[in-house]
Every structure is written in C-alpha cells, then in structure tokens.
C-alpha cells in the first residue's frame, strides 16, 4: 500500500504508531526502508517514551518526520489527560524539542483543536513553533466543525503566528457529520498548505477526509481553489482498490469518484446527454481517475438511445419495432430485477430479433 501511495503521488506518508505495538514499529520500520521517494512519518503522543520509539522506527527513513500531537481542548485535558493548560503547555514545548533534536522535520498536533479555547490553542502553536514544529496540524478530531469554523481557526491562529513563511499549516478531519472533506477544502481556502486525509475516507468511526475526494475536488475547481496538487489522479482508482482488497472495507456504490455507481448512468436523460458528449453529466472523465471506463447501466429509467448502443455493442442492429419491443421487455424485467444484465439483454434481444445479429467486424464475410 506505501508503494502505491507514493505511485499516486502522495507528498508524505504517515506509516504508523509505534509506540502502539510491536506490528506498527516494526510497519514503520519496514515502509521507511523500502519506499525511500516520500517522506515517512511516525505518531508519537507528548511522551518520551513514544517519541523514542518513533525516532527507532524511523531510523532507516530517507525523509523522516516526527508528529508529536497532545489535546489542547479543555474537555480532554480534564476527563483524559488530567493536566492543567500550564502542564500541557509545558508538555508541548519540552517533547517537541526532544523530538526535534531526533529527526530534523517535526509536525505538531493539537488535539482536539476545533474545540479548543482560540487564545489557548494560539498560545500553543506558538510554543510547538518556538520548540522546533515547522508543521501545524488543527484536527477537528471529532468531525464537529463545520466549513466557516473550520476555517476562521486557521486564519486566527495564521493572524497570531504572523503567517511565517517556514510553518506549514495542516488540516486533519473526521466525518462524523459527513464534513469531512468541505472542512478540509475550506481550510485550503483559510491558508492550509497539508491536508491529511485517507483512501476512501478509512479512518476511527466514520472515517476522514476521502484522499480521492479532496484531490478531484482541488483539480477539477482548480481556479476557485488556487492550488494545485502533485497527485497522479489516474493512481487513484488502483489505490482504492487495493485497500479495499487488504482491508476487506468494501466502499458504498455511491461513494464519490471511486465508487462503483460513480460513472455509472441510468436515467435515460442523462444517457443521452452521456452519449452526445460526455461533459454534459460527467465533470471529470473515468479515465482520468483511473476508472476503466464508464457504464450506462439498463433499468427502468434508461432510454432508447442507451439501449440500442448497448443492443449494438452487443452484434445486434435492431430495426426501430425491434428497439420497441426490447425495450418494453427491459423496462418490464427491470421493474422486477432494478438492473438488466448483459446476459439479460442478449436473450431479449434473441427472442424479438430471433439471432438477427450483425457479424462482428473479425467474422464478416471479405469483400468481394
């Protein structure tokens, strides 16, 4: 999966945990030896113990990153860290120059920071910044922001910080509320330079930001956003894939751009308007994600034109009574079945056409 990831073109790749176990060292370990074009990062809580073992881990890396993240939010620092804001600040300041004097690139995380007290969470940039951090991430860590909060945190904390050219300012968002990526695009409007995201939106409870789903969303609205990315879109129907095949977590048909229905299309006037040019139902072409090719799947919704392609591509050229009756026979089976399949339609095409099929090309008689 690292392989592919920097096939697709990712800037970085964080590769594990490894404090959290045995099998995550030794994942981080084992991604920082082989994939040697990306910078690889390690997790690491405010602790020294995780911020040793981080450094171990990554010490075969060719780009290393330490990202040490504490939570900031009152909420956390009460009910599960049991620290004042003074010890957390203190917290902050020492690991992350412990862990700067380790590797030479340190990301800082406050947990938390969409509910964390504005003048606070400031303060503590400013400390991470003092301390070594050129990487500032502010995750909505569970997925509560919403687009203008999101942003108006960022801007803030750019506004205190004096918007230093050396800090790199990173969005990390969960989809609790289905927010996920409109918080990450409005915070690439508010400055952010780093959005860390996931294939197919996998991630603790229902998931992050879909890496497939903020890449398309930046290149296809590019002049609105102002950025660009370096990432292969092509790439990412493979990489969605492929986790979907070691994970087993199979993505819903409708999910955005990678999805099974995404280039799919039924109602039959949008199969028209697929088959005179595509541009008018798809903002993006398949192939330029990766995707095969696109379907015009037959139900009930689809019209003539879709049928008598898919009739064609078939061998078959029905005459315009034959059109008819086979698509009053698909539309009665698909108000049955939802969807007609390919072997569906050769036998209705059998039965009304009676194997009146046109030869393909590499059967067709020579020319005389």
Known sequence: MAHQLAALGVDIIEAGFPIASKGDLEAVLAVA????????????????????????ALKPAKYPRMHVFLATSDLHLSAKLHMTREQALEA??????????????????????????????????????????????LPDTVGYAVPEEYAAMFLKVREHLGDPEHIILSAHCHDD????????????????????????????????AALEEVAVALAVRK????????????????????????TGALVAPNKAVVGANAFAH?????????????????????EAVGVPSRSLVLGKHSGRHALRMSLTELGYSPSDAELAECYRRVTTLADASKQV????????????????????????????
Request: charged residues 25%; hydrophobic residues 45%; aromatic residues 2%.
């Open 33 to 56: 030896k082989e994939v040697r074009e990306v910078p690889i990062a390690a997790l690491a809580r405010a602790r020294k113990d995780d911020i040793l073992a981080a450094a171990e």
């Open 92 to 137: 902050i300041g020492s690991m992350v120059k412990l862990a700067r004097n380790l590797v030479p690139e340190v990301e800082f995380s406050a947990e938390d920071a969409g509910r964390t007290e504005i003048e606070f969470l400031c303060k503590a940039c400013q400390i991470a910044v003092d301390a070594g951090a050129t990487i500032l991430n």
């Open 177 to 208: 509320l289905g927010l996920a990526v409109a918080n990450s695009l409005a915070a690439v409007r508010a400055g952010v330079r780093q959005i860390e995201c996931t294939v197919n939106g996998i991630g603790e409870r229902a998931g992050n």
């Open 223 to 246: 002049e609105s956003f102002g950025v660009a990315t370096k990432l292969k879109l092509d790439e990412l129907y493979k990489s969605s894939r492929l986790l979907t095949q070691i």
């Open 266 to 286: 039924e109602a039959g006037i949008h199969q028209d308007g697929i088959i005179k040019n595509p541009l008018t139902y798809e903002i993006i072409s398949p």
């Open 341 to 368: 399949r390919a072997r569906d339609l050769m036998t209705i095409a059998h039965e009304v056409m009676r194997r009146k099929a046109v030869p393909l090309a590499s059967e067709a008689a020579p020319a005389v």
